[in-house]
């Protein structure tokens, strides 16, 4: 049921009048035209054209259904990003959270900008709720060494999209600190687990070669390849771009990135979720460099893939954090620590300058609410900050009950 109202709410919102959508395109009706354009680049463009499985489905629906393609395209992304929060919820019941927090996890995911905004420009998602879908599954079999599940769900989600590749690392690492015991990372055992983990890489080398040599892609993939680094050059090019690309960036990762400190400075670096919170700092020093250099920055979703280990435990590990906001005692303690208000008063006002007018005026986010949530988002993250100050100088403890 949370999964549903999310998905419908997600719809609403893009399909809002005047909200400059994919869907709507600043329009009260479906921009069937535009989608179509979309399906068709996907399937013609090399990059794209070896990722066929959302096009597959889109098309699949129009044929069965007799839907036109807008209408196709709804159906299977929105369908999707509704199993992607169902399946969220199992994989975080299987990392043994209780239902509370399986559902708490299951709202920061649909509140997460690349997902609340998905079908946003330039956030521009297309396979993202198939992927997601599919990496959840092969997260799920993982942790249940269930690899005769694993191997083909996460073969699977790199045809959805070859970025999954770069999750390999974390689960490598994930599995090296499930060990526990250094003097036996390189068992038998160990090495066994570790060449399943890597097995859909060869798996998914198979298809792409198929794919290149039955579609004579040799020199469309090496014309991609070569022209990959004037990416970096558009993502810098001008101010705008370059505001864009790291704004990019933050909005993708900062909330998470800031918890994640927080959380391994303050609290035990031993639990057993901390593994999760690892993996997902190796995969954003992994990827984020790849997406800056090979890729557009302004697409935060591309970004967004390291948030596949942190989403699953959110509440389990950051829900002291969280609790935090909700302290009465910690705003009472304010006042009598009243000076500590003059830094968080001047970070918001730059804070408001920068979404609302030095952004705004670049000509980004418009007809959107990524200037309200870049704010909102920049206020939590310093009230946070003002509250654990003071619960150290007051000496209120900052952790509470478990959700």
């Known amino acids: 049921m949370v999964a549903l109202l999310f998905t419908i709410f997600i719809l609403t919102l893009h399909m809002l009048p005047n909200m400059d959508s ?7 009706r ?47 992304n929105f369908t999707l990003l509704f199993l992607s929060g169902c399946l969220l919820f199992r994989l975080s019941k299987i990392l043994k959270s209780t239902n509370r927090q399986a559902i708490a996890n299951q709202c920061v995911y649909y509140a997460s900008f690349s997902v609340l905004f998905a079908f946003f420009p330039p956030v521009f998602s297309y396979d993202e709720p198939l992927q997601y879908c599919f990496l ?66 060869a798996f998914y080398g198979l298809y792409l070669f198929a794919f290149i040599y ?116 910690l705003y009472q303690g304010i006042l009598a620590k009243w000076i500590l208000l003059l830094p968080f008063i001047g970070v918001n006002l730059i804070n408001y300058w920068f979404c609302f007018h030095f952004y705004s005026d670049l000509g980004l986010g418009p007809n959107t609410y990524f200037s309200e949530y870049l704010f909102v988002m920049n206020f939590g993250i310093s009230l946070h900050f003002l509250l654990f100050q003071v619960s150290k100088r007051i000496h209120i403890p900052s952790t509470t009950s478990s959700f």
């Open 136 to 201: 959840l599954l092969a997260f799920s079999a993982f942790m249940q060494r269930r690899w005769v599940w694993y191997v083909p769900f996460f073969t699977l989600a790199l045809v959805s999209r070859e970025t999954s590749l770069l999750l390999i690392p974390g689960l490598l690492l994930h599995a090296t600190l499930s060990n526990g015991n250094l003097s036996t990372v390189f068992s038998k055992q160990n090495w066994k687990t570790w060449l399943f983990i890597v097995l859909p890489i």
């Open 30 to 76: 479906i921009s069937h035209g535009f989608l179509k354009s979309q399906i068709d680049y996907h399937q013609e463009i090399a990059p794209f054209a070896r990722r066929p499985m959302t096009s597959y489905l889109i098309e699949r629906s129009m044929d069965l259904f007799g839907f036109r393609p807008g209408h196709g395209f709804i159906l299977i």
């Open 214 to 329: 039955v579609f004579d892609q040799l020199e469309a993939t090496r014309t991609e390849m070569a022209s990959r680094y004037s990416c970096f050059i558009e993502n810098f090019e001008n101010l705008t771009n370059t505001v864009e690309s790291w704004t990019s960036l933050y909005l993708a990762l900062a909330p998470y990135l800031y918890l994640s400190i927080m959380y391994l400075k303050n609290y035990d670096s031993r639990l057993p979720q901390n593994k999760w919170v690892y993996s997902f700092l190796l995969t954003v020093a992994i990827n984020s460099p790849i997406v800056i250099f090979t890729a557009f920055a302004r697409e935060t979703r591309l970004f967004a893939l390291p948030l596949l280990f942190i989403w699953p435990i959110f509440a389990q590990v950051f829900w002291r954090e969280v609790k935090l906001l909700t302290h009465v005692n």
């Open 22 to 28: 994919m869907l709507n395109e600043n329009n009260t």
